[in-house]
């Protein structure tokens, strides 16, 4: 095979109480992507989408996670072209950057015979990771390359955990505001309490045995962030009632995805997931900020390859 | 029924990485009691072991925790005599008080034909280890009284989960010098680095994860505790040398149990447990510490009542 379209899928990094441990990918928003391979060692990126990206390799999220595989290639007379059409919005805290890094390596990685297992493309990709926010997080790339949850226990071993869940549904809203990732984090405290931790890892432990035990009681229980929510929300306009309001009418719980400003909800059943979305759609016409809305499942395969 | 015998096993709180939040009971050691149930509104309680434990039942651990639960009963006309042979040395970190106060509560409430469900008599209980240690935790009565792994996601409201574990076997050395509890909360920091935190909470993921998943692999990588054990094992002569050992010889890993001094060592054989205590026996004869050393299982069914 030559030439593959794939689509990949947004994610969500944190999910409230595992700040930079959890993510979860989810089956819509994604990015469209075809990818080539070449007989010449280049690497060429076109967008087909209207946000004016870079398209020199090596500033392009894409391109630098495909320079990492190629430098890991035995073959060094190939090369990759790339379209993308990215429909996830980027700076959404939807993993922007993420569906386009892991989607390239995904994809150039089929091209080549599945050569590289998915924890060599968690690393290639932390590469674009890297060219888009200066740091080689994973909590995108790794749920966007396996679906589902995915644990980060360690980022230096990588050491990824796969964690089953119940078929939850997703809402997500963005609010057309602009939170910069080094922003949220540069407000972030570098120390924190004791006590707040042991609240915080007690929610930890609690929401990876309720995704594991298929327990939506203790998960709703358990996303509760003490730490680092209470300091970013600021950030937020409307975060709060957005919260309040769609706990009110029966979802689990949720907060900021990433580092926002989109805010993400998880329920058990799509009617309330709905209303969900209609309670972030009256509060954000009320605030009066653009938006859009999501209601979507969990995504549980990562990136969808396209056979026609 | 108005007599009946138990043990109440001995528990390790913390589990390395799981700080105030984890514990787990073992088969070995156990303290005996005989509880019997009295037509009159009297708590009597007498020790037949060697430590002079006060026996005034508000200075008694088994004492207070049936105070709190008789002050819980509907039936003012009733009392209990204690009878404790204790086997779990007081001061050893392997939860001794907490043995003392569950069990009370447990077999009191077996002799009011179970009045009270689980958690209440975690609640009854905490009121003894108060007495024991100024605190109410739970983190050994919890095990102690559910049995196998348990994790308190929140203290208030009290938030308890069992977790189920593989079939390991725990290997426990007791060096004989005394580190008090007050002690051992009073040397740590009240505030930590937030990236200490997050790589604690990796861990503490990490290890939920390998319980819930059968998975000795991640449970080993996740025994791992960058912010109490480097503070705390100073405490502890040996210790760095019996955590090496053990895992040269085949552990999964281990560490301080509760505020120590105790230590323990999860295997996935019994061989290796037994191997581990043989390196403890070794570490501790040569530094000239009197120890104890218990090879044993995971105990799943908390305190274990005697029928005859």
Request: with cysteine; glycine share 8%; proline share 4%.
């Amino acid at each position: 095979m030559r030439k593959i379209k794939i689509q990949a899928p947004a994610t969500i990094a944190n999910l409230v109480c595992g700040f930079d441990i959890l993510g979860l990918a989810v089956n819509a928003p994604y990015d469209e992507m075809e990818i080539e391979l070449l007989d010449k060692p280049e690497i060429i990126i076109e967008h087909i989408d209207e946000y004016n990206l870079p398209t020199k390799p090596e500033e392009n999220v894409a391109g630098a996670s495909l320079i990492a595989l190629l430098e890991a290639y035995e073959d060094k007379s190939i090369g990759f072209k790339v379209t993308i059409n990215k429909l996830i919005k980027p700076g959404s805290g939807l993993g922007s950057s993420a569906a386009s890094a892991a989607g390239a390596v995904v994809a150039a990685n089929h091209l080549l015979n599945n050569y590289f297992d998915k924890k060599d493309l968690v690393r290639f990709a932390m590469n674009g990771e890297k060219v888009a926010s200066g740091v080689k997080h994973a909590d995108n790339i790794t749920p966007c390359i396996y679906g589902g949850v995915t644990l980060i226990r360690s980022i230096a071993p990588l050491d990824i955990v796969e964690l089953s869940t119940p078929d939850l549904f997703v809402t997500m809203v963005h609010p057309q505001i602009e939170v910069k990732t080094s922003d949220a984090r540069q407000i972030l405290r570098k120390e924190i309490q004791l006590k707040d931790a042991i609240k915080q890892w007690g929610n930890i432990a609690g929401l990876v045995a309720g995704f594991l035990q298929n327990d939506t009681a203790l998960i709703s229980r358990s996303l509760d962030d003490v730490i680092i929510e209470p300091v970013r929300s600021i950030l937020i306009p409307g975060f709060d009632e957005v919260k309040k309001n769609s706990i009110v009418v029966g979802a689990l719980g949720g907060g900021i995805s990433g580092s926002g400003p989109s805010i993400f909800m998880l329920s058990t059943t799509q009617d309330i997931a709905k209303m969900v979305a209609q309670e972030m759609k009256l509060i954000y016409e009320k605030i009066g900020i653009n938006f859009y809305t999501y209601v979507t499942t969990i995504n549980k395969n990562g990136v969808i390859l396209m056979t026609d």
